[in-house]
C-alpha cells in the first residue's frame, strides 16, 4: 500500500532544460512534503520542501508545486545541469497528527540529464 | 560536523549469521530513524526512536529484526538469523524535533548469500 508514489522510474532531459518529477499521495493526513536527493553509494540528502498552507516553493534552480485538491506534488529544476543527475525521492509526513517524526517515501525517479 | 556514521559500509553474510549494523546520529539530534532501501519496495521506514525510545516498530519485517539505543549517541539494528531477502541497502537518519528534514548516514549494503 504505496501511500506515496513515484509513477516515473526514470526520466531523460537535455541540459538546460526543464526537468518536472512528479509525484501523487493517497493519505489525505500528509501536510508537509519533501523532496530528497540521492548519488550513488550515498544518503538521501535534503534538497526543498513544502509545507500544505503553500502551494509553492522556490530555492534558487529547484521550485515544488503542491496540488492539494489532486493529492499531487511536482518538483522543476531550471535549468537542469549534468550535476543534478541523481534519484530523486518524494516524502510525505503527517505533521498535526502527532507522528509529525515519520516521513513516508516514494520509491524514487532517476534523472538523467545529458550534457 | 561529521554527520550521520554508519557502520560498517558494505557487509557480506551467509545465510543464519546474525548480523549486527551501528549508527551514531547527529550529536543534539532527538530522532533516530531506521530506513531499508530495495528495489521493490523503495525506502521503508523500519523502526524509529524518539529520545532514545521507540515510537514505532511497525515496519519491522518479522522478529528476525530488532533494533536498540542505549543512548542519546548510538543504535544497532540486529538481524538474526539473517537471509537471502534480507539484502538490501539499510540507512539511518536523524533529526531535530523542530527540524522535520532528516539528515541520512550513507548507508549499509547488506548482502546475504
Known amino acids: 500500500d504505496q501511500q506515496v508514489k513515484q509513477n516515473s522510474p526514470s526520466l531523460s532531459v537535455q541540459e538546460g532544460r526543464i526537468s518536472i518529477l512528479n509525484c501523487d499521495y493517497t493519505n489525505s493526513m500528509f501536510d508537509y512534503f519533501l523532496w530528497y536527493k540521492k548519488y550513488p553509494a550515498e544518503g538521501p540528502t535534503f534538497l526543498i520542501s513544502i509545507s500544505s498552507i503553500k502551494d509553492k516553493n522556490e530555492d534558487g534552480r529547484f521550485t515544488v508545486f503542491l496540488n492539494k485538491s489532486a493529492k499531487h506534488l511536482s518538483l522543476h529544476i531550471v535549468p537542469s545541469q549534468p550535476g543534478d543527475s541523481a534519484v530523486y525521492f518524494c516524502a510525505a509526513s503527517a505533521r498535526s497528527g502527532g507522528s509529525n517524526y515519520k516521513l513516508t517515501f516514494g520509491k524514487g525517479t532517476l534523472l538523467t540529464v545529458n550534457p | 560536523d561529521a554527520g550521520v556514521i554508519q557502520s560498517p559500509r558494505h557487509e557480506v553474510t551467509e545465510m543464519g549469521q546474525e548480523v549486527t549494523l551501528r549508527c551514531k546520529p547527529i550529536s543534539g539530534h532527538n530522532s533516530l530513524f531506521w530506513y531499508r532501501q530495495t528495489m521493490m519496495r523503495g525506502l521503508e521506514l523500519l523502526i524509529y526512536?524518539?529520545?532514545?525510545?521507540?515510537?514505532?516498530d511497525s515496519g519491522m519485517p518479522e522478529d528476525r529484526f530488532s533494533a536498540k539505543m542505549p543512548n542519546a549517541s548510538f543504535s544497532t539494528l540486529k538481524i538474526q538469523p539473517s537471509e537471502p531477502r534480507d539484502s538490501a541497502v539499510y540507512f539511518c537518519?536523524?533529526?531535530?524535533?523542530?527540524?522535520?528534514?532528516?539528515?541520512f548516514g550513507s548507508g549499509t549494503r547488506l548482502t546475504v548469500v
Open positions: 526512536f524518539n529520545n532514545n525510545v521507540p515510537i514505532d
Open positions: 537518519a536523524s533529526s531535530l524535533k523542530e527540524n522535520y528534514g532528516y539528515t
